[in-house]
């Protein structure tokens, strides 16, 4: 039997507040442990929490940006379970009303487009951290705790199990950062823990639409680990089947390591998690003309920028998705052209030498040591003929590496693509003599001959003579 | 659901049950007694099964609050040391808690 | 002359006359300890000397020719589950046996600013969790006017003080009746201030949708002065009214000409004590007799709000209570790993009715009995709620009996459950609907046992009750007697 994957996924998202969700103490990441804490946090007798309005309005523009429903009647509940880095020994998070409901997000894999529905986008405290005294939870006789991440402010973003491939599954995240980046509401640092995903598998035969029995996999933090827990899921669960055998509901850790998932033995009854209307914190109503507001204030999303760099700016459909796949680098392209330069040339040379640039450096486009500035500066050079486009890698190594404007660059280094006539012709004169064949091949029809001889005419002006210039000299000299 | 004693009877197995939730270990022997006390409280408190409340909106507040919120301002923390002055184990600036089963 | 027996108005205003100094007074209250609390037992922590240094402050102060304010220099106690900056707070559970709590409660902030004498900390009821102060985890406490009594329960710590004259006030705090029952059992006013109106900011949960702090005190002109200091909008708790507060002994007049009374005819139950249903029905008259119109009501729901309370109630309860799990402070029982260290700890440090009512609340919020347990109880809340609602269209305040007996024998109901929650049937249903009540002295039962009359008042409607429990109050004289104790009289 052939079976297809059934694929959801859980993002949370942390929020990029000052304070925490329910008090004042800083959310800064990498403090010393349990300097960040307070009563609130640490859930001592008789505390209450009061809700970060930050938050909330995060959370809606997450909403929005998502194509969700803004519920104008929302509120909190308690989540209830029992585990040393939640004080409280409940979650305080949103059941039945969360903020946001019905969203949808476009992806593109491979050309074709899909829409993966969410269910729901809901807030919620993240709980503290542990730092075990082996290796491994498992192998650790006692654990530390540290509670200076509890009570940082998540949201955490439910979809409907609309993905089929570990792949769609990537590219759904990777939308998701880049749509909350977008609307500046996360950091979206994965390393760090503001991203990541509980996955949701399950198999059906293919032609069926009953669920087959799912296996959740949590806390998944990079892209990579999504595509290859899932991978490795799916092939678990078809050999199961295939071999005649029955999947259990169940938790599974992803071993990064190993590459593979395991199943982690559970308590049913201790997963029943009582959730009731957290009676410490009050409704949160939210006006349609709020509502109204929030939507005008968002910035321009992946989307509708691809769209403008399609339409406007006549890039593919394929260059315009990768730049607008990050806010940053779509703010660079933005950036580099807005004095004029070439668009499609831009484009070509962010995906091209500087993307290998930052690659081979591993730094981010917000660290390039060419900022989009001089690269337009660059580009606009190219285009004006000052350069070759032979001449600008050149030019790009130089930037690289010295701080200075393109312009000066090319004039200390003395790069300036020699366009006179007159010095040209004397090398291409030079060149028709000393190389007969090509001619004599050029003559006889074979026009591409003529290739071979602006080959030379370049390497002779060493790469400094405008190639269109000896082209047109080249053509003026042998048709006559 | 329908409360009616009959289908509502609590059993060992529920106290059990419960007991996992409530992180309580209830001793054997009274465990009978946690059940014929769970079933009269139920059978007590089956009188709500009377009173019509489909139409009726639960209350979990009395007070019609809404929108209380705090600014996005950082306040002092309690500072590590009163953090953990009331910790029954620490180490190292951490609340230490004994082996942690994966669940 | 002794002091500990007069109330803390008579007292500030022997304070601002110099006639006594605050030293003077603490030591007498000290030395009214020392005569009567191995009888009583009102206290889990003393702080003596604290509250002697605090006196010689106010002293210094008033010697300074500086005005002080009401609670200045007045010896009081506060309810054990009130957090108290380094000072221990265990809610009468050996789980916090030792937990010093790093911040003050608002409503303790708001005391100390008004630089009164703290005693200490009153014995209570497990987490607040009784009607007779039995369920502490460390000692009973006895009824002052007579000691194989309960006090009530669970301010009873609080109630008893306050009657045998081992603190001129205190702070009580009550999800179903826990001020009002004791203040009513040991012949003392108390009052459960609008939900809302006095900052939950430190007082540890029981029932969050329920609880309330308020005083307990000698008499009505007391209680008003006491609401003035600790009413007001907390923006530490969510739940607090954001309205001014008005002061509260303008009410204290004695005049109640027009005002509409409301008697409901559910709250006199079967199986009522026949001295409590005719003290308070005499004490109905004597209102009547001071010019209010006594207009018979209905609150229908009323049979269902036992039921209604002691299913919200435990589900509340059984949430605010997972966080004592020996991890991060209270008590800690190990265990092979740190489910069973969980497990010991709360089994253990627990009492049995706290235990009881977690059980309870786990089970109405667990899967498959949430919507007939714990959703019924919320939408039957709403009806009694509404049954307030709509008789206060017609009247301004209601009165009925505080508890339906005087108090108990210690001893008497800890075998049965059920019956013990029947106590609370006068009591809980302001709790359900947020409203203020006030409970002050109305008679002796035939064994000189006190009885309390109850006024209800409209959310917010804490002025009209203050004045119609002063009218009531001045008009006869049950609220001057005391406890007698062995200890003496002035």
Redesign the interface.
Known sequence: MKYEAVIGLEIHSELK???KIF????TTFGA????????VC???????????????EFAIRAGLALNCTINKFS?FD?K?Y???DL????QTSQYDLPIAEKGYVDIDVDGQKKRIRITRIHMEEDAGK???SGNT??D????????NRTGVPLIEIVSEPDMATPQEARVYMEKVKSILEYIDVSNCRMEEGNLRADLNVSLRPVGTTALGTKAEMKNINSFKAVEDALAYEIQRQQEVLEDGGHLVQETR?WDPDKGITLS????E??H?Y????E???????TTDEEIAAYRKALPELPDARRQRLETEDGLSSYDAGIITGSRELAEYFDAAIVDGADAKLTANWMMGDLAKNLNAEGKTIQDSPVDAKRLGQMIMLISKGTISSKIAKKVFVEMWTSPDAPEKIVKDKGLVQITDTKAIEGIVDAVIAANPKPVADYKGGNTKAIGALVGQVMKQSKGKANPGVVNQLLKAKLDT | MVMDGESMKVTKKDVEDVAVLSRLAIPEEEKEQYTEQLNAFLEYVDNLSAVPTDDIKPTAHVLQLSNVFREDVVKPSLGRELALSNAPLKEDGYFKVPKILED | MRLFDKPAHVLHDMLVNKEITATELTKDVIARIDEVEGDVMAYLTQTREAALAQAAAVDEKIAGGKVISFLEGIPGAVKDNICTKGIKTTCASKILENFVPPYDATVIEKINAAKPVILGKTNMDEFAMGGSTENSAYHLTHNPWNTDCVPGGSSGGSAAAVAAGTAIWAIGSDTGGSIRQPASFCGVVGMKPTYGRVSRYGLVAFASSLDQIGPLARDVTDCANILNIIAGHDAQDSTSIDASVPDYTKALVADIKGLKIGLPREYFVKGMDADVEKAVRTAVKQMESLGAEIVEISLPHTEYAISTYYLIAPAEAATNLERYDGVSYGERVDGADIVEMMTNTRSRKFGKEVKRRIMIGNYALSAGYYDAYYLKSLRVRTLIKQDFDKAFEKVDAIVAPTAPTPAFKIGEMVSDPLKMYLQDVCTVPLNLAGLPGISLPCGFSNKHMPIGLQIIGKPLGEETILRAAYTYEQSQGFYKEMAELGGKKA
Do not use: W
Request: proline fraction near 11%; aromatic fraction near 6%.
């Open positions: 507040t000052k304070t008090c004042g103490c800083a010393e442990q349990n300097t960040h804490v307070c009563p640490l859930g001592l007798p008789g505390v209450l929490p009061v809700i970060n309005k930050r938050v909330v509120k308690r209830n029992y585990y040393p004080p409280k020994n409940f542990l730092v075990h939870i498992k650790s006789a006692t654990s530390n705790v540290d509670y850790t982690m033995r559970t308590k009854a201790a029943d009582r959730y009731m209307p009676p410490d914190l009050v409704p949160i109503v």
